[in-house]
């Protein structure tokens, strides 16, 4: 199993602004994702967080929105950028150790744009 | 859009009862999983069943897969009120897709 850290768990931005989320694996995972879970949804893919390349987005999500990064196998951020009301969801960093496994999340960000 | 179907999207029973939940899935797959989520909080995985498994069991958990119709059941037996959440299926064929979710209420 892996442990997964996310930060910050909670944070109210002003709309224009970006707000960098992190998570952090405790042993190295070949798959990293971002998920988005608007208020009373369910979870919705952003991308795949590739290590030392672009990550792959999903239709509906561009990198200029929402840029990622990942550096190693163990560390990931998404950045939400020139937020909007609209971008008040959880985000969830999601790790697993191989391919069509299940899947470890972290506790999620809550993050409100006013 | 990426979500599957699960029904019903809101389940409230009595404690010692049986839940039953649904999940309709879009795409050939690998695996279906089943994830638990406490108030809006990171998911917690149950169980994971492969394409060519028909059913499983985990403690109080029951999940079938029917591939044939692209459909996915999970029985808890003898709720207890500790399992109020929200439950989602998720198939997975490479990327993990979510379905809508049940919201379970179990009432002492």
């Known amino acids: 199993s892996a442990v997964i850290s996310q930060k910050p768990s909670r944070d109210i931005c002003q709309r224009g602004t970006s707000l960098t989320i992190q998570c952090q694996v405790d042993?190295?995972?070949?798959?990293m994702f971002w998920y988005r879970q608007q208020p009373g949804q369910s979870l919705t893919l952003i991308a795949t967080?590739?290590?030392?390349?672009?990550?792959?987005?999903e239709s509906g999500f561009v990198i200029d929105k929402f840029p990622i990064s990942r550096p190693n196998l163990t560390f990931s951020t998404l950045t939400v950028s020139n937020m909007s009301p609209e971008d008040s969801s959880i985000y969830l960093c999601?790790?697993?150790?191989?391919?069509?496994?299940?899947?470890?999340f972290g506790q999620g960000t809550r993050l409100t744009v006013v | 859009s990426q979500q599957g179907e699960e029904d019903p999207q809101a389940l409230s029973i009595q404690e010692g009862e049986n839940a039953t939940m649904n999940c309709s899935y879009k795409?050939?797959?690998?695996?279906l999983q089943w994830y638990r989520q406490n108030s809006g909080r990171g998911l917690v995985h149950l169980i994971l069943?492969?394409?060519?498994?028909r059913e499983k069991h985990s403690g109080r958990l029951r999940v079938t897969l029917d591939t044939s119709k692209k459909s996915s059941s999970l029985l808890i037996t003898a709720s207890r009120a500790a399992d109020t959440a929200s439950y989602f299926c998720?198939?997975?064929?490479?990327?993990?897709?979510f379905g809508q979710g049940t919201e379970l209420s179990v009432k002492p």
């Open positions: 998720a198939s997975q064929g490479g990327k993990l897709i």
């Open positions: 999601s790790a697993s150790g191989a391919l069509n496994t299940e899947a470890f």
């Open positions: 795409t050939s797959i690998n695996n």
């Open positions: 967080a590739n290590q030392g390349s672009e990550a792959t987005y």
């Open positions: 042993s190295q995972v070949t798959m």
């Open positions: 069943i492969r394409s060519n498994e």
